[in-house]
């Protein structure tokens, strides 16, 4: 014979199943576990491209504006080197970026517009090579090409691995100007 309760005992455990089945306590936690990763990923990454951006656009401020003393005759006049345009230029980069072994320029004089080689200094394997760089600002009237390449460490080097362009895992951000000087002197 079965017991009055038992009746009892099964239907509130079947009803403790039941609300147990529909409760949703968890359920944020887990689907939040699930697509963390991912979403993080994209985060990092959407902050890295416009760290990018922000350093290529302050470099390009930065080389435009220290060009123009060599487009208007002021570095030549004052005997720049090499490491004094570096500094112009570092003086127009607010701070943003490291004036280091980072940065790297080259100033060369060109016979013609179409004779500016911009390629990209980096070899086959990522490497940087500037051994063909120099500084030579030119005199008036001449056309003179200014690039400057900055070696970025990623903020996120592991989940920004695919932004890297170069062998040590940085980002390779550059700025070119070509002009041609203005008749300054005699």
Request: glycine share 8%.
């Amino acid at each position: 014979m079965r017991s009055p309760n038992a009746g009892f005992l099964t239907s509130r455990l079947q009803r403790k199943l039941a609300e147990w089945a529909t409760e949703r306590r968890g359920q944020t936690a887990v689907e939040f576990a699930l697509i963390a990763a991912p979403f993080f990923f994209i985060i990092f990454g959407l902050m890295e491209i416009c760290l990018i951006f922000i350093m290529s656009t302050v470099l390009e401020h930065a080389v435009s504006d220290a060009s123009r003393e060599i487009r208007t005759g002021q570095a030549q006049e004052a005997g720049f080197s090499k490491v004094e345009f570096q500094n112009s230029v570092c003086d127009e980069m607010f701070g943003l970026m490291g004036c280091d072994a980072s940065l790297h320029i080259d100033v060369k004089r060109l016979t013609s517009f179409s004779a500016a080689n911009l390629g990209s200094p980096l070899d086959s394997d990522g490497n940087f090579d500037d051994s063909d760089f120099d500084f030579q600002p030119g005199g008036a009237n001449e056309i003179v090409a200014v690039r400057v390449y900055y070696e970025w460490g990623l903020v996120t080097p592991v989940l920004s691995a695919p932004l890297a362009n170069m062998a040590n895992g940085k980002h390779l951000i550059s700025a070119t100007t070509v002009f041609r000087n203005e008749p300054f002197g005699d």
